[in-house]
T-cell receptor, first 115, second 113 residues
């Protein structure tokens, strides 16, 4: 157990819908990262938040947004869902802003299926 | 932008053999190179990492080497065991403003008894 929690574990929804994925980082970690892992694909970096502020963006679609709350948990919002959005979404946390300073600990992931 | 290429995409070895996975990065400012292991249906977990001021690092049966000139780093697993079967991801990050860990596409390692 990495100490990072994600809910829900599984999510099945229809095209055009909107969903929210939730992540709670390890105690004391200020950075939260979101990744998308499609079937047999690598880990695509989406976005990073540090202490409530957005600090880095990857290949995140405009239909996707995220935020980090004062208690440091983060939510990833996916809207106007398409079949291609079906994937495993991981959240990771680390103590510092710079990912080269320390290990990122991954949560168990949320498997999103869009029908 | 930063890109990390990883080879091979699949690797099959017999138990006890060695396995080598290679990665190349594009950003010469990269200075941190972790390797993650992801077992089927599980989360990625860090197994070893190396920084640009070190050429090699070992941890029991696992070692990582870095060639900064060639922008190339490799994971070496010796005396492979069936429990080493997983997908391995390399990654690279540059400190000072990028805040991104860029992952390779992954290598699916199968160790056959």
């Amino acid at each position: 157990d990495s100490g990072v929690t994600q809910t829900p574990k599984h999510l099945i929804t229809a095209t055009g819908q909107r969903v929210t994925l939730r992540c709670s980082p390890r105690s004391g970690d200020l950075s939260v990262y979101w990744y998308q892992q499609s079937l047999d694909q690598g880990l695509q970096f989406l976005i990073q938040y540090y202490n409530g502020e957005e600090r880095a963006k990857g290949n995140i679609l405009e239909r996707f947004s995220a935020q980090q709350f004062p208690d440091l948990h983060s939510e990833l919002n996916l809207s106007s869902l398409e079949l291609g959005d079906s994937a495993l979404y991981f959240c990771a946390s680390s103590a510092y802003l710079d990912p080269s300073y320390n290990e990122q600990f991954f949560g168990p992931g949320t498997r999103l299926t869009v029908l | 932008g930063e890109n990390v290429e990883q080879h091979p995409s699949t690797l099959s070895v017999q138990e006890g053999d060695s396995a080598v996975i290679k990665c190349t990065y594009s950003d010469s400012a990269s200075n941190y190179f972790p390797w993650y292991k992801q077992e089927l249906g599980k989360r990625p977990q860090l197994i070893i990492d190396i920084r640009s001021n070190v050429g090699e690092k070992k941890d029991q049966r696992i070692a990582v080497t870095l060639n900064k000139t060639a922008k190339h780093f490799s994971l070496h697993i010796t005396e492979t065991q069936p429990e080493d079967s997983a997908v391995y991801f390399c990654a690279a990050s540059a400190s000072g403003g990028y805040n991104k860990l860029i992952f390779g596409a992954g290598t699916r390692l199968a160790v056959h008894p």
